[in-house]
């Protein structure tokens, strides 16, 4: 079971970045599935997440309207769509999915880190 993800790199202000998490050993289609970042210096924070039950997205009041969550069922893997990158953007980024009789997250991707700096 693991969660792999990518697409992480160095951009400038008001540029775009697409991560990817794909899975294996399990299929995400009955999972919730989420990413979280970390800054340094920092505690880990939910930017964004969706529900199995009725496929509603969710999103973190610092990144509503820049970010994207989506998934790609066929091919076992979820995506982070960000647009118009801040500084403040800058972490390194987590993607996760919870079991559908899980409480919590249980499947955690090892990382991608994201800097956003001219």
């Known amino acids: 079971v693991q969660l792999q993800a990518s697409g992480g790199g160095l951009v400038h202000p008001g540029g775009s970045l697409r991560l990817s998490c794909a899975a294996s050993?399990?299929?995400?289609?009955?999972?919730?599935i989420a990413w979280f970042r970390q800054a340094p210096g920092k505690e880990r924070e939910g930017v964004s997440c969706?529900?199995?039950?009725?496929?509603?997205?969710y999103y973190a009041d610092s990144v509503k309207g820049r970010v994207i969550i989506s998934r790609d069922n066929a091919k076992n893997t979820i995506y982070l769509d960000m647009n118009s990158l801040k500084p403040e953007d800058t972490a390194v980024y987590y993607c996760?999915?919870?079991?559908?009789?899980?409480?919590?997250?249980?499947?955690w991707g090892q990382g991608t880190q994201v800097t956003v700096s001219s």
């Open positions: 969706i529900t199995t039950s009725d496929g509603k997205t």
């Open positions: 050993g399990f299929t995400l289609d009955d999972h919730a």
């Open positions: 996760a999915a919870r079991p559908p009789s899980g409480s919590s997250y249980s499947y």
